[in-house]
C-alpha cells in the first residue's frame, strides 16, 4: 500500500460518517483517528481525523468537498440579495452591512482543505 496521506480538516462525527459511508461505497481504502474536542470548558465532543493512500486522494478530496459541501474560493463572488442569516438586502457585498455574516465561505485559497482539494483535482468538475 502506498503512503498515506492526512486529510488536512477534522471530522465530526456526523460528517465522519457520511465520508465513511462514501468511502465504503467507492472501495476507497482509509485510516480514521477519533480526537476528544472541547466545543467548551463543559463539552467534550468526538473530532475526527482521516488518513488515506495516496492513490485514493482524488477520490477521498471529491468525497468530502461533497459531504462537507466546500465551493471553490476561486469561484465565489460577492453576495447579492436577501441575508440568509439576518434577511438584510445586499447588494454585490463580501460580508452582509447588518450582521457580518462572510458570504465568501469559510475558506480561502491558502487553508490547508482549499490547497488538497486543489492537489487533487476536487475541483475540476466545478
Known amino acids: 500500500m502506498t503512503e498515506l496521506i492526512d486529510i ?45 493512500p495516496e492513490d485514493h486522494a482524488r477520490a477521498a478530496a471529491l468525497v468530502v468537498r461533497n459531504v462537507l459541501e466546500i465551493d471553490d474560493p476561486a469561484t465565489m463572488e460577492p453576495f447579492s440579495g436577501p441575508c440568509p442569516a439576518c434577511g438584510e438586502e445586499v447588494a454585490g457585498a463580501l460580508v452582509c452591512p447588518s450582521c457580518e455574516i462572510d458570504f465568501l465561505g469559510e475558506f480561502d485559497e491558502e487553508s490547508p482543505i482549499v490547497v488538497f482539494f486543489r492537489r487533487y483535482g476536487a475541483f475540476d468538475d466545478s
Open 8 to 52: 488536512p480538516i477534522y471530522l465530526d462525527d456526523d460528517e465522519y460518517h457520511a465520508v465513511k459511508e462514501h468511502f465504503h461505497n467507492l472501495g476507497v481504502h482509509y485510516e480514521s483517528v477519533p480526537l476528544a474536542w472541547r466545543d467548551s470548558p463543559r463539552s467534550v465532543a468526538r473530532r475526527w481525523t482521516v488518513s488515506v
